[in-house]
């Protein structure tokens, strides 16, 4: 394959895939954003607890 011998077919579904994964990216980073937004004062309590239930696992009392 020679270099710049790609077809206009190929080039355009690469590009396509590329904004579609651009989308994909900015529609999850604006639903993690409500999320944590909505969760903010509760972020270091959901921390603790998700702590304690490893170790209550890894000790084997879950």
């Known amino acids: 394959m020679d270099r ?3 077809d206009v077919d190929t080039l355009l579904k690469v590009l396509l ?3 579609i994964v651009w989308i994909a990216l900015e529609v ?3 639903v993690l954003g409500i999320l944590g ?3 903010g004062p ?3 309590l959901l921390g603790i607890a998700l ?3 490893i170790v209550l696992y890894l ?4």
């Open 28 to 30: 999850v980073e604006g």
């Open 4 to 6: 710049g011998k790609i």
């Open 59 to 62: 000790t084997g009392r879950l």
């Open 17 to 19: 895939l590329l904004v």
């Open 42 to 44: 509760l972020q270091p």
């Open 51 to 53: 702590i304690v239930l």
């Open 37 to 39: 937004w909505l969760l």
